[in-house]
Each structure stands twice: as structure tokens, then as C-alpha cells.
């Protein structure tokens, strides 16, 4: 198993992935243009496990300057239960890390159990203080 930094050159094989993969909700933003921004933007922190030549895992993030977001996390039917998402992980953390990035937030839909048992065998913090607000400023619906 390879694990690497992600590049636009892997958008083909991550989008099959992320939409073979339940739990894994897209959006415009995840248009190749979309991704190639924001891995312009945040170099060398999204991850992916390569198997083969085949994608069979994937972790992004990117960060304000203060906090890191973690999001795309998926690896493939096949190889769960093999710690990929772990490494992924903590691969993506280090990167953050070295970025000057100590705390972060991943989000995931409230009827993921798979995605909730996955983050708190990590030891990350449930949180039921905040609420997420989004707006879309003057775009569509699916951004
Ligand atoms: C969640 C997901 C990324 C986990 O990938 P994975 O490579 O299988 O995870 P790991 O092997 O590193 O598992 C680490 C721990 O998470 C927990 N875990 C993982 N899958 C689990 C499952 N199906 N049921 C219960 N606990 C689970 C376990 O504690 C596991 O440790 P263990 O195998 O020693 O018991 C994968 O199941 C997936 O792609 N799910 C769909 C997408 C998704 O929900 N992503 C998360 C939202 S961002």
C-alpha cells in the first residue's frame, strides 16, 4: 500500500471512489476545478492510499490558519477494517501539524454511525455545544 499526497491527477480515480462510497455527500464544489483550487490552496495535506495503481483510499484537508477541516474521508469497500483510514489519518494530521495546525474539525451527517464509530475510536470530541450555520452567497443550490 502506498500512501502519498493527493494531486489533481488523482481527481478521476477519487471522485469513482467518493461515489461508489456512501456517507460521502458531493457537491459543485467537488468539480475538478473545485478540487484543483483547493488543493492549490492547501498543498500537501490531503492524502490517498494507492494499491496497485488503485485508489482504494482518500483524506482531505485544508485549514484557516487556525483550525484544519478533514473531509473525503473514504476507503474502499475492500480494504476497510485494515486501519487505511487511520494512517490516512494521522498522515493528514502530521501534515497539519507541520503546518502549524494542532486542533481540527471534520463533519459528518448525523446518520453516519459508521462515520461516528470511526472518529471516536480516534478519541475525537462529539461536539453538542455548536451548530453548524451555512449561506450560499448568490449561488445555486448544490454548491
Ligand atoms: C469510516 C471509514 C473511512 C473507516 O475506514 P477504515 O479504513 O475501515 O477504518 P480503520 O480500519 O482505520 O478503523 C479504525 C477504527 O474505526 C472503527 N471502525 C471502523 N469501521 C467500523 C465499523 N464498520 N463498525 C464499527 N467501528 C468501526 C473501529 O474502532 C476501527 O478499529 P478496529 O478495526 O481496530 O476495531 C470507512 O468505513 C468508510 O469509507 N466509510 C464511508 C465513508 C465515511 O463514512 N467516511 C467518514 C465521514 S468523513
Known amino acids: ?6 494531486t489533481i491527477e488523482d481527481y478521476d480515480a477519487a471522485i469513482q471512489l467518493w461515489q461508489d462510497t456512501a456517507g460521502v ?9 473545485g478540487i484543483a483550487r483547493y488543493l492549490d490552496r492547501n498543498p500537501g495535506l490531503s492524502r490517498v492510499a494507492v494499491d496497485g495503481g488503485h485508489m482504494v483510499g482518500t483524506v482531505m484537508a485544508g485549514h484557516d490558519g487556525k483550525r484544519g477541516y478533514i473531509q473525503h474521508l473514504a476507503v474502499a469497500d475492500d480494504y476497510r477494517r485494515r486501519g487505511v483510514a487511520s494512517r490516512l489519518v494521522a498522515d493528514c494530521l502530521e501534515a497539519l501539524r507541520q503546518a502549524g495546525i494542532i486542533k481540527s474539525h471534520v463533519m459528518i451527517l448525523r446518520t453516519n454511525a459508521l462515520g461516528e464509530s470511526f472518529w471516536n475510536s480516534l478519541g475525537w470530541q462529539r461536539r453538542s455545544d455548536v451548530e453548524l450555520f451555512s449561506f450560499i452567497n448568490g449561488g445555486g443550490e448544490n454548491v
Open 1 to 6: 500500500m502506498q500512501y502519498r499526497s493527493m
Open 25 to 33: 455527500r458531493l457537491r459543485d464544489a467537488d468539480s475538478k476545478e
